[in-house]
């Protein structure tokens, strides 16, 4: 006999009651249905161990693989699956957070809108607990527990809560659309989560499986399971090392004139995330998370940053910019021969933090060979934007992807490496680190084309003729009129505004496949990752991505 149609308590409506449902043939209908799939994809995750966080296409990936063993009829849960096979490969993660740092998040279509007491503000329903619904229960229980309860359907406010650094894990029970549109975001913060998909969609009155929920809210592993990795807590630890008291501690009193202005220009404003990438490889794969990091990595994450702060004092001098961090740049304040030698000398500080460090004989000598040869190519993608300039002309976009990946890209692949091999990391992750590298430096300078685009100052690579995705986007798609303008402005021919560039370029509708190309070249460093077995690092390095790209226009 087939199993009715499961009733949920009190709370459940009769069949006639219940509004029209476009998703309930994609969601078991019956316990028995339920728990059948939740063990296959409970047993393909033991067996074959997926790694956390997954991209969307990872998820239809292993879900595809389930459902080749299913019966046929079991297609149409194919959404339903993924959501389940998110669920088992995160669980223990979920067990090991504490109940304070998770978030249960209900939707308001839970309530039984002919009879709710309750009211909403900006962040969702504020409930009466009047219990003419299963809100009141679950948010009792789960507050009895220590959760954060949200009651609303929506991102803002989700996002909200979990940029402020309280959440760690989130229980979420949501229609499949819901779950489908959150989910990246949850993936790209790598938030562990439980999801709980609703019987029906309906946006009112809807049911889902109570005990389901309450199983997830309690799921408990003491503190055997896997920790959560804390980006933020990292950061605050590699921006306290730049402090100028914490440098004179780490490197010593600045003796001379060099010293101290290298000094200063280590200290100034800077997002460090280079650096942060270093000690966040670190970090991740160290043997047991809960040992504190290793007495040199603060020497490695200053070494990573004076490479970096040495390539934008050059940078500036050849490029002729004014301003940096909102003061003169260094040539502008003492002159082009100081500024140079200062780099120089940063340079030959970030290889002495190396070569003098504790590490092993063969790590030293790794990480100088991995210096040395991002500083090569970079000084290679540098070259070629310099060599450009003598005599520039039209780059195609593909041209200018090319000097994005040789310019930028080698500085995040040292700084990945260098945490890797203080790490003693294993052979798996030297091509993904690679591949990573490449897409995040390409999608940094888009980004900061973009920034530029959207600047109050004007698009500054562009009023500098430098090679400019922007550029290069308009000029293929400029008609007759606006590829005459493009061509001049490329040759530097152009005496036309800031102001009238931007205008064309926006007639013309570049920032939005800028943009495009952007969410491209993130989701190629995302996808870089897919091969890693360390859930730690894959974790660590999605969400760094994240919070690299979340202050970009």
């Known amino acids: 006999m087939t199993e009715p149609l499961e009733t949920t308590g009190p709370f459940h409506l009769p069949e006639t009651a219940r509004p029209s449902a476009p998703n309930r043939d994609q969601v078991p209908q019956t316990k028995a249905e339920r728990r059948r799939l939740r063990a296959a994809v409970r047993e393909y995750v033991v067996t074959h161990r997926p790694v956390p966080p997954f991209t969307v296409d990872e998820l239809d990936l292993h879900s595809g693989r389930i459902l080749d063993s299913r019966r046929p009829a079991d297609a149409k849960f194919r959404k339903w699956i993924a959501v389940l096979l998110s669920n088992a490969a995160w669980s223990k993660w979920v067990a090991a957070v504490p109940f304070d740092r998770r978030l249960l998040l209900l939707p308001k279509c839970l309530r039984d809108d002919r009879e709710c007491e309750g009211t909403f503000d900006e962040f969702g329903l504020l409930c009466a607990d009047c219990g003419r619904c299963p809100i009141t229960d679950l948010k009792t229980e789960a507050e009895a527990l220590g959760y954060v309860v949200l009651v609303a359907e929506g991102t803002p406010a989700v996002m909200s809560l979990l940029e402020s650094g309280q959440i760690d894990a989130v229980v979420g029970v949501s229609c499949l659309s819901a779950l489908e549109s959150i989910y990246p975001l949850m993936e790209a913060a790598a938030i562990p989560g439980i999801a709980i998909p609703l019987l029906y969609d309906g946006c009112v009155n ?8 309450r199983e997830a809210i309690h799921l408990n592993g003491g503190d055997a399971g896997p920790r959560r990795l804390d980006v933020e ?32 220009w280590l200290a100034r404003s800077g997002k460090r995330w280079r650096p942060l990438l270093a000690v966040s490889a670190l970090r991740a ?4 998370g809960e040992d504190p990091l290793p007495k040199d990595t603060r020497s490695l994450a200053l070494a990573v940053e004076c490479f970096h702060k040495a ?22 304040e003492y002159g082009v021969p100081v500024a140079l030698n200062v780099g ?14 504790g590490l ?12 040395a040869r991002g500083h090569r190519d970079l000084t290679i993608g540098q070259g070629s934007e310099l060599c450009w300039a003598r005599r520039p002309e039209p780059l195609s976009v593909e041209a200018v992807l090319d000097i994005f990946r ?9 700084a990945l490496r260098l945490g890797a091999i203080a790490a003693d990391a294993t052979d798996e992750v030297w091509d993904v680190l690679h591949r990573c590298s490449e897409a995040l430096g390409i999608a940094y300078q888009i980004a900061d084309d973009l920034k530029d685009l959207c600047s109050d100052d004007g698009p500054s690579d562009v009023a500098a003729m430098r090679p400019s995705i922007l550029l290069a986007i308009a000029h293929e798609r400029a008609g007759p009129g606006d590829r005459e303008f493009f061509d001049a402005v490329w040759r530097r021919a152009s ?49 760094v991505v994240f919070r690299i790209f979340r202050r970009h226009p």
């Open 495 to 543: 005496d036309a505004p800031a102001d009238e560039i931007r205008r064309r370029l926006e007639a013309l509708g570049v920032e939005d496949e800028a943009r495009r190309l952007l969410v491209d070249y993130e989701a190629r460093a995302t996808r870089s990752l897919e091969p890693l077995t360390s859930a730690d690092l894959k974790g660590l390095l999605r969400r």
């Open 360 to 371: 092993s004989a063969r790590q030293r000598a790794e990480m100088l060979l991995a210096a």
């Open 344 to 357: 120089d000398f940063l340079l030959g500080e970030g290889y002495r933090l190396i070569a003098e460090s």
């Open 206 to 213: 809807t049911t889902a499986d109570l005990d389901w929920v």
């Open 285 to 288: 794969l160290q043997r047991d």
């Open 311 to 332: 390539s934008l004092v050059h940078d500036d001098i050849e490029d002729g910019d004014d301003r940096r961090y909102g003061q003169l740049t260094l040539h502008n």
């Open 233 to 264: 807590g990292l950061r605050s630890q590699v921006q306290a090392w730049f402090a100028p008291e914490a440098l004179d501690d780490a490197l010593g009193p600045a003796v001379g004139e060099t010293q101290r202005i290298a000094r200063d």
């Open 406 to 414: 040789r310019k930028t890209s080698p500085a995040f692949e040292v």
